[in-house]
Nanobody, 128 residues
Framework: QVQLVESGGGLVQAGDSLRLSCAAS????????MGWFRQAPGKEREFVAT????????YYADSVKGRFTISRDNAKNTVYLQINSLKPEDTAVYRC?????????????????????WGQGTQVTVSS
């Protein structure tokens, strides 16, 4: 079992930056694809970003391209999401997820159902 714990969220102003962290325990994640998803109140969960097991490939939702950067430090068993130029529409609970499939097609890796383990999430609130 992999346990995931997110941190780094908070209340910020539009234009600010945050770095979210996702610390894994129970198993090393160096063979896992790792993703970030978010869910705003009253909205469906949506894909944000993901990285393959090595970090060689990363994918982003169109809405966050150029502002969000996903990275991983397998030695620390941690994945990060750097968020710049925050907008009010980025307000959501951000959850990280781990997939035992370390790499897969670009469409599949963005789907929540390929991820086996999920964290509880960290709240990001952006005021205008």
């Amino acid at each position: 079992q992999v346990q995931l714990v997110e941190s780094g969220g908070g209340l910020v102003q539009a234009g600010d930056s945050l770095r979210l962290s996702c610390a894994a325990s129970g198993h090393t994640i160096n063979s896992y694809a790792m993703g970030w998803f978010r869910q705003a109140p009253g909205k469906e969960r949506e894909f944000v970003a993901t990285t393959t097991w090595s970090g060689a490939n990363t994918y982003y939702a169109d809405s966050v391209k150029g502002r969000f950067t996903i990275s991983r430090d397998n030695a620390k068993n941690t994945v990060y999401l750097q968020i710049n130029s925050l907008k009010p529409e980025d307000t959501a609970v951000y959850r990280c997820a781990a997939s035992r499939l370390g790499a897969m097609g670009v469409e599949a890796i963005q789907k929540a159902n390929v991820y086996n383990y999920w964290g509880q999430g960290t709240q990001v609130t952006v005021s205008s």
